[in-house]
T-cell receptor, first 115, second 112 residues
Framework: DTGVSQDPRHKITKRGQNVTFRCDPI?????LYWYRQTLGQGPEFLTY????????KSRLLSDRFSAERPKGSFSTLEIQRTEQGDSAMYLC?????????????FGEGSRLTVL | DAKTTQPNSMESNEEEPVHLPCNHS???????IHWYRQLPSQGPEYVIH???SNVNNRMASLAIAEDRKSSTLILHRATLRDAAVYYC?????????????FGKGTLLTVNP
């Protein structure tokens, strides 16, 4: 399967713990995006990378959130000192910037539940 | 960002056409119109996009009004697998597609 893969698919944690999500984009894609989705809402943009450079972060991304893409391939999203409000689906997407198709390829998401 | 307005929900019968409307009266001249859909427990999936002319692909057709203030996603023969939330999104051309701003979309129910 050459789609976007995310790991883990589900994570249950206690408030105050740190969690990390991993995203492996489609191999030739140079852009990688993180979105967050809560129940009944559409996905909200968090941040994106072009190759290894993080080019924009949403105001939604508090200081407890950090994302990396060290070699321009896979990315990690870490949430420190989790809060119940962090419970959501975290979606990763990738695209190839040189094309103008407007198509983002999304993974199936990592669902976080903070108890 | 220019906003879109979609009905909260729509219902269709299997094997019948479905027309999903979207209003975007504040669209700018360079905004593309994108449609994505999200099946239950999955990430969003690209459906189609266009700028001014109507577009067709294997999944759907996109009809864009002449003044570009509205558009319609057309599923020619709905199947049960088309039951999903459909999002109509505006974005700048090519390189700025990173900031797709999703609304709540339209929940499409397909009856057997």
């Amino acid at each position: 399967d050459t789609g976007v893969s995310q790991d883990p698919r589900h994570k249950i944690t206690k408030r105050g713990q740190n969690v990390t999500f991993r995203c492996d984009p489609i191999s030739e894609h140079n852009r990688l995006y993180w979105y967050r989705q809560t129940l009944g809402q559409g996905p909200e943009f968090l941040t994106y990378f072009q190759n290894e450079a993080q080019l924009e972060k949403s105001r939604l991304l508090s200081d407890r959130f950090s994302a990396e893409r060290p070699k321009g391939s896979f990315s990690t999203l870490e949430i420190q000192r989790t809060e119940q409000g962090d419970s959501a689906m975290y979606l990763c997407a990738s695209s190839f910037v040189a094309t103008n198709t407007g198509e983002l390829f999304f993974g199936e998401g990592s669902r976080l539940t903070v108890l | 960002d220019a906003k879109t307005t979609q009905p909260n929900s729509m219902e269709s019968n299997e094997e019948e056409p479905v027309h999903l409307p979207c209003n975007h009266s504040t669209i700018s001249g360079t905004d593309y119109i994108h449609w994505y859909r999200q099946l239950p427990s999955q990430g969003p999936e690209y459906v189609i996009h266009g700028l001014t002319s109507n577009v067709n692909n294997r999944m759907a057709s996109l009809a864009i009004a002449e003044d570009r203030k509205s558009s319609t996603l057309i599923l020619h023969r709905a199947t049960l697998r088309d039951a999903a939330v459909y999002y109509c999104i505006l974005s700048g051309s090519g390189g700025s597609n990173y900031k797709l701003t999703f609304g709540k979309g339209t929940l499409l129910t397909v009856n057997p």
